[in-house]
């Protein structure tokens, strides 16, 4: 058995030439009857024809078939876009005796080009011929686009001589900050969990992780996460078993969280991972909205490319971050453990020369105390280089 395989799924991977001739773009995923399949979904108003039609298939959570391409959106089409959707999930229902709505499409690309779906019928037979519990390691290269290499993550599970295994790919390096839920992940297990309980426990691991990161402040129109509950193996997760609900629930969202930082650090033209932790909130809300503000700010992400100490652009990040009667004399700031401010001000031990050290490293964690609670949270994210621009603005050339 592969380090990555999970009884009850399988994976194939095909050449459909959607916007490149001879690369992996299209991956079908097959989930074994009895299983569940949980699903969360970007809340941008475009959203993305898939991700329409995938979130309705859905509903009764018994898919039996993933579709996966790369290199088109399917986002920006119109009702022809939606036609191109269904019609490639007819085409798996006919290859595989199945119906339509138990095909949960999914897409990542360029937006506002219609679907080539008949690429994707002539490439279906091939992926279908392909199908192997073996493939992880192909599909998480088949749904790259800007992407420099694979995200995918494996944690087994064990209590009480019972175990599982949760594995996971991801992809997206760029318009990332995922709300949901271009980024996209696919997760599954063994485990025996109702359908009940699987999709509160996706969203609980999603709201510690893929909602924690952001590259650029761009919600994807295309953003989804499934998690795939197969029910093959002796770990059984019911209302008796609040142990391994438990014990699942961490691996589940430590996985997670490993695949949201893996793409953090293969941000688009990223030279450094930053960790942004609040502390001293009055509320979560208030202290995540301090984090984004200052991971969001051009000024300050360009200065981390630079290795820059400008701690004056972190500070007017905070300023402007909405918290209601802020006593910007209370706040403090360090940087990989150098204190920069205090009380407001630079802090009276702190040296350029500290500064530009606190910098130079590829991790940073920045952390700022506002002193008025007891609320945290804490955003990864990156800089922004000259290779972000570049990639983005040659993107569809």
């Not at 909130?281 to 360009?302: G, I, Y």
């Not at 609320?375 to 000259?386: G, K, P, Q, R, V």
Request: glycine share 8%.
């Amino acid at each position: 058995m592969s380090e990555f395989s999970i009884p009850g799924l399988r994976l194939g991977v095909a050449q459909a030439g959607i916007k490149h001739e001879g690369r992996d773009d299209l991956t079908l995923i097959e989930i074994a009857e009895g299983s569940s399949t949980a699903a969360v979904f970007t809340l941008n108003a475009f959203r993305a024809a898939p991700v329409v039609v995938a979130q309705r298939n859905n509903a009764n959570q018994d898919a039996r078939y993933i579709l996966i391409n790369s290199g088109n959106a399917n986002a920006g089409t119109g009702k022809p876009g939606m036609n191109a959707c269904e019609a490639s999930c007819a085409a798996i229902a006919k290859l595989t005796n199945d119906v339509p709505n138990r095909v949960l499409p999914f897409s990542t690309g360029v937006i506002g080009e219609l679907l080539p779906v008949d690429k994707i019928e002539a490439a279906l037979p091939e992926a279908v011929s392909d199908l192997s519990e073996a493939n992880w390691a192909r599909a998480a290269r088949a749904i790259m686009t800007t992407d420099t290499q694979p995200k995918l993550r494996v944690k087994t599970v064990e209590l009480n001589g019972q175990t599982c295994r949760i594995v996971g790919m991801s992809k997206g390096s760029g318009m990332i900050q995922p709300n949901m839920a271009t980024m996209l992940g696919f997760i599954a297990t063994d485990a025996a969990i109702p359908a009940s309980t699987l999709d509160g426990m996706l969203r609980a691991a999603v709201n510690l992780s893929f909602n924690q990161i952001t590259i650029d402040g761009d919600t994807s129109t295309n953003d989804a996460v499934t998690l795939t509950a197969t029910g093959r193996s002796d770990f059984v997760i019911s209302p008796t078993t609040p142990d391994a609900a438990q014990v699942f629930q961490s691996a589940l969202t430590a996985l997670a969280k490993e695949l949201a930082q893996d793409i953090v650090r293969d941000g688009e033209g990223a030279t450094k991972f930053v960790a942004i932790e609040v502390s001293g909130a009055k509320s979560v809300a208030e202290a995540d909205a301090v984090a984004r503000t200052v991971a969001h700010s051009p000024l300050v992400k360009t200065a981390l490319f630079a290795s820059d100490p400008n701690w004056g652009r972190i500070l007017a990040a905070i300023g402007r971050a909405g918290v209601k009667d802020l006593d910007v004399d209370a706040v403090s700031l360090s940087i990989n453990g150098a204190l920069i401010a205090e009380n407001g001000a630079r802090a009276d031990s702190y040296t350029e020369q500290a500064g530009v050290a606190a910098m130079a490293p590829e991790d940073l964690l920045i952390a700022i105390d506002l002193a008025r609670g007891n609320e945290t949270a804490t955003i990864w994210t990156t800089d922004l280089s000259y290779d972000y621009l570049k990639i983005n603005a040659e993107y569809r050339t």
